[in-house]
């Protein structure tokens, strides 16, 4: 199994930043694409962030210029919120897909999501 746990929500005013973590665990082989998706109340889940593992990077149109997804050699994942709105406001999951390795070193793929984490922009 694959495992991701979620770090850095919080309360901000608006403009200001905050830094998401996500850092997955397990018998990864490969992780091919790591994602920030968000859920605001009484809406349905969006993706907000995803690079690969070449390091191409896609936003969604309300985050362009403010939001900044990373990743580095260790399995973890970044988001870098700036310049934060109150439409903003949401339950952040992390996202991984990949393969793992299994009972036998057999490779099969999987989809892992984060527990979620809470970012509320107020005054």
């Known amino acids: 199994q694959v495992q991701l746990v979620e770090s850095g929500g919080g309360l901000v005013q608006p403009g200001g930043s905050l830094r998401l973590s996500c850092a997955a665990s397990?018998?990864?082989?490969?992780?091919?694409?790591m994602g920030w998706y968000r859920q605001a109340p009484g809406k349905q889940r969006e993706a907000v962030a995803l690079i690969t593992s070449g390091g191409s990077t896609n936003y969604a149109d309300s985050v362009k210029g403010r939001f900044t997804i990373s990743r580095d050699n260790y399995n973890t994942e970044y988001l870098q919120m700036n310049s934060l709105k109150p439409e903003d406001t949401a339950v952040y999951y992390c996202?991984?897909?990949?393969?793992?390795?299994?009972?036998?070193?057999?490779?099969?793929?999987?989809?892992?999501w984060g527990q979620g984490t809470q970012v509320t922009v107020s005054s």
């Open positions: 397990g018998t990864i082989f490969t992780i091919n694409t």
């Open positions: 996202n991984a897909e990949g393969s793992m390795l299994g009972r036998g070193g057999v490779r099969s793929d999987f989809s892992s």
